[in-house]
């Protein structure tokens, strides 16, 4: 599993086809990955598609940076709760509509 991640030698964890395929297994691995792959916005970005809470061991300059607006549509895609001044005052409203089941017709 992912969590492999966790042993490898620092040459693992800053290859980032190998980082990779473990934050497609679980986001949260991104807590050990190699600091320049933590501040890699789109990688950031995918360990978080796969676990919102994978953005707690982004880099601290993609934390602080909250003025992007991709990784602001991917923390509210990923279903994160946030204060409503955390993007500068701006407010989003996202319609989440679910077809799964197609009963409710």
């Known amino acids: 599993n992912g ?4 042993f490898a030698d620092d040459v693992l964890r800053a290859d980032r086809e190998v980082v990779l395929q473990a934050v497609a297994q ?3 691995v991104l807590k050990y990955a190699d600091d320049v792959l933590r501040a890699d916005r789109e990688f ?14 982004a880099a601290d300059v993609l934390r602080a940076d909250r003025d992007t607006p991709t990784m602001s549509f991917v923390l509210i895609g990923a279903g994160c709760c946030v204060p409503p001044d955390t993007y500068g005052g701006r407010v989003f409203f996202v319609l989440f ?3 799964a ?3 409710d017709e």
């Open 101 to 103: 089941s197609g009963d």
């Open 97 to 99: 509509v679910s077809s």
């Open 3 to 6: 969590y492999a991640l966790r």
């Open 26 to 28: 679980n986001g949260l």
């Open 44 to 57: 950031v970005m995918q360990a978080v598609a796969q676990n919102r809470d994978a953005f707690e061991y």
